[in-house]
Each structure stands twice: as structure tokens, then as C-alpha cells.
């Protein structure tokens, strides 16, 4: 069992910057690939990013490709999300999530789910 917890969201303006940062607890952490998803009010829930075990290999959406960057740290238990050059269409709750079994880009398929945390940008 994985226990996740986001922090970093607010409120920030069109062409800011953001870092998502989600802490995992328990040791079995960097055996899961991980991935960020996010949910804009009235839309369904999106992948966003994800990245390996070991972070070698990561995926984004093409919404988002060139302006976030995902990556992890194993030895702290945390993946994290880098947003950069921000718009309005970013807006949503984002999720982190672990996934047991094998890495599969762009999948929706996560076993574990953190609260979410809030993410508005202001145009």
C-alpha cells in the first residue's frame, strides 16, 4: 500500500511557473512507475506525465510537452512536476498516482491515488 500526498498548487498568472511535488510513503516506492494526471472542472480526468521506475524514461501529453517536466527522487520517496509557461487551459485539480506492474505510457490505469491538489492559471 502507497500513500500519496501533493503540495505545491495555487493560484499563479498565464506564463508563470508551479512545481508539484507529491511524497510517497512506505519502501517500496521506486518499484513503481508514477504519473501525474489532472482534472479540469466539468472534464473527465487526464493523463498528464508520466515516468519509470527509475526515471529514465518519462511521457507527457502533447498538451504539455516542452513546458512541464517530470521527474523523481527514489532516495526521498517523491516525484515531482515542473510546470512552466502556463495557461489557462492548465487549470485542475492534479493528481499524482503509482502504478503497480509494468510502465505503459499514457496509460490511465493507477493503482494508487493521492487528494489532488488545486492548480489555477489566471489569464
Known amino acids: 500500500q502507497v500513500q500519496l500526498v501533493e503540495s505545491g498548487g495555487g493560484l499563479v498568472q498565464a506564463g508563470g511557473s508551479l512545481r508539484l511535488s507529491c511524497a510517497a510513503s512506505?519502501?517500496?516506492?521506486?518499484?513503481?512507475?508514477m504519473g501525474w494526471f489532472r482534472q479540469a472542472p466539468g472534464k473527465e480526468r487526464e493523463f498528464v506525465a508520466a515516468?519509470?521506475?527509475?526515471?529514465?524514461?518519462?511521457n507527457y501529453a502533447d498538451s504539455v510537452k516542452g513546458r512541464f517536466t517530470i521527474s523523481r527522487d527514489n532516495a526521498k520517496n517523491t516525484v515531482n512536476l515542473q510546470m512552466n509557461s502556463l495557461k489557462p487551459e492548465d487549470t485542475g485539480v492534479y493528481y499524482c498516482?503509482?502504478?503497480?506492474?509494468?510502465?505503459?505510457?499514457?496509460?490511465?490505469?493507477?493503482?494508487?491515488w493521492g487528494q489532488g491538489t488545486q492548480v489555477t492559471v489566471s489569464s
Open positions: 512506505g519502501r517500496t516506492f521506486s518499484s513503481y512507475p
Open positions: 498516482a503509482g502504478r503497480r506492474g509494468d510502465y505503459e505510457p499514457g496509460t490511465m490505469k493507477y493503482d494508487y
Open positions: 515516468i519509470s521506475r527509475r526515471g529514465f524514461i518519462t
